[in-house]
């Protein structure tokens, strides 16, 4: 790791990088990093070639196709299980992890009531636990909360015993392999599929449903935010008391150490895992038409030079995380499906939390509900999903707009006095309400009343707000608490 956080020239410190996460996750993990970040290079990718539809009638390979084997993965079994042919895809090893997870009581309890693992089972999963987490923010105050992610999970372990369950129920798992395009007929979607290397032989495949679990590499994710984030697990990091170390019974949800910076303000997390593990994440939101290629490998390098910043310790990286997380505001256009036979889940649907963006949290509490949605979108193509926004999606989604737009120059310390006073007021509200909040579960009232608290104590979040987001935003941003305030009655 870099020390003092000098920056040296942006080429040798994105080399650097790319050397460190190439020499702890192996040239497998650097491509999947080099394969997200060149999916930047278009604004609105498109999808590949399609192939012929299917004529009606036509008998489909599969029952449901699952294109994208990371978290989406827990889908699999739980089809098979209801009785359907499913295959799943991915352009590299299905269920190879390059994330890693936090969860809170409700998620670990909602993947033994799945019915894919055994509670003794999820239990081994647990790798940490903490007595509370913390948000803390320069150049202000400290935030204890109890009950939010305070669970660290094995996210390799998980992946691969749903690898195993999903063999067990005979799902067909083709790894490396890309799905470039589809065409959808009456009674099934026909799907280009080749391995994924130059040259890689292609294969035709039939669905009666396509899931779309490929995250930001989807053509369509088309939320209007995205959150690059970086990090893994390290070890090295020191121990004990005070801003700069790890305590292995507290997660830091969020922290800041610097105001904005070229446009963004930069947050790290830290949760601790096995004994002298840490696992580290540097992220920041954007606009998702903001966000270029090579942004990860930039962000990476921002990591190394001031993690020393963040943390104490002679740090080593063991295993490389990251991803690019879509996000959806409400405030304009949900991603959307082309076709009727066509299903967008995980992070390319983005029906997570635009705020904390708990992407695992959500897919595991609707695990069950989504796949039971996917088994009736089978037998019934275009039939509506029953999936709905959680009440307070209504409100974060501006707040995530205006994190991805924050002040520079003169104005550059607004953003952390922001976050300082909103943590303030909900702190002040008491736990279940902060703890709600960071769980995408308070209630529309209370969203309103931590608006309305926020503002009294910070006037000028009036004039941010109005500077960040255009008039027509912030009319639907009104309009969607309104109608959730109202559902509350």
């Known amino acids: 790791m870099s020390a003092g956080g ?20 192996g040239e497998a993990l650097l491509a999947r990093l080099e394969h997200l970040d060149a999916a930047r ?11 012929r539809p299917p004529d009606r009638g036509a008998t489909a390979d599969y029952d449901v196709v699952v294109a994208g084997g990371g978290l989406s993965l827990l889908l699999a079994p739980l089809l098979a299980s209801a009785g359907l042919r499913v295959a799943v895809l991915d352009r590299a090893r299905i269920g190879a992890a390059h994330r890693e997870w936090n969860a809170g009581t409700a998620e670990v309890a909602a993947l033994s009531a799945s019915g894919i693992f055994t509670r003794d089972e999820i239990e081994r999963l647990v790798i940490a636990r903490y007595v509370e987490g913390l948000c803390r923010w320069h150049g202000g105050g400290t935030y204890p909360v109890r009950g939010v992610l305070d669970h660290a999970i094995d996210a390799g372990g998980l992946l691969a015993a749903a690898r195993a369950r999903a063999e067990a129920l005979g799902v067909t798992l083709l790894d490396g392999h890309a799905l470039l395009g589809h065409a959808e007929g009456p009674d099934a979607v026909a799907l280009a599929v080749a391995e994924a290397h130059p040259g890689g032989a292609p294969r035709a495949l039939s669905a009666r449903l396509l899931v779309d679990a490929r995250g930001a590499a989807s053509p369509y994710a088309t939320a209007d935010l995205l959150c690059p984030t970086v990090g893994g697990v390290l070890t090295g990091l020191s121990e004990g008391d005070g801003e700069r170390r790890i305590r292995p019974d507290v997660g830091e949800i969020l922290a800041t150490t610097e105001d904005v910076q070229e446009g963004r303000q930069h947050l ?5 895992g096995r004994p002298g593990e840490t696992t580290v994440y540097l992220f920041y939101y954007a606009r998702s038409g903001d966000v270029g290629p090579g942004a990860l490998l930039s962000l990476y390098a921002r990591f190394f030079r001031l993690l020393s910043r ?3 310790g002679d740090a ?22 082309p076709g009727r036979r066509v299903r967008l889940v995980g992070d390319a649907a983005a029906r997570h939390s ?6 695992f949290g959500a897919n595991v509490r609707e695990l069950a509900a989504t796949a039971a949605d996917l088994a009736r979108a089978v037998r019934e193509p275009g039939a509506p999903s029953t999936a709905r ?27 952390n006095a922001l976050l300082d006073t909103a943590f303030a007021v909900l702190h002040a509200m008491g736990n279940d309400a902060y703890a709600a909040l960071l769980r995408d579960e308070m209630q529309a009232a209370d969203f309103v009343r931590f608006l309305r608290e926020t503002a009294a104590r910070r006037p000028e979040v009036y004039r941010e707000v109005v500077s960040a987001l255009p008039l027509r935003a912030i009319g639907r941003w009104g309009a969607g608490l309104a109608r959730e305030l109202y559902r509350a009655r």
Do not use: N, Q
């Open 389 to 415: 926004d959680a009440p307070v999606h209504a409100g974060t989604g501006a707040l995530a707009a205006l994190m991805a737009k924050p002040a520079g120059g003169a104005r550059a310390g607004e953003m």
């Open 268 to 272: 790290w997390e830290a949760f601790p």
């Open 316 to 337: 080593r990286l063991v295993r490389p995380t990251f991803g690019l997380i879509p996000g959806w505001s409400r405030l304009s256009a949900a991603p959307r499906a």
């Open 6 to 25: 000098v920056p040296g020239s942006p080429a040798r410190e994105i080399d650097a990088a790319r050397g460190r996460v190439r020499d702890a996750g």
């Open 41 to 51: 290079a278009a604004p609105a990718p498109r999808p590949g070639p399609s192939p």
């Open 354 to 359: 635009p705020l904390t963006f708990c992407g």
């Open 310 to 312: 963040y943390k104490e």
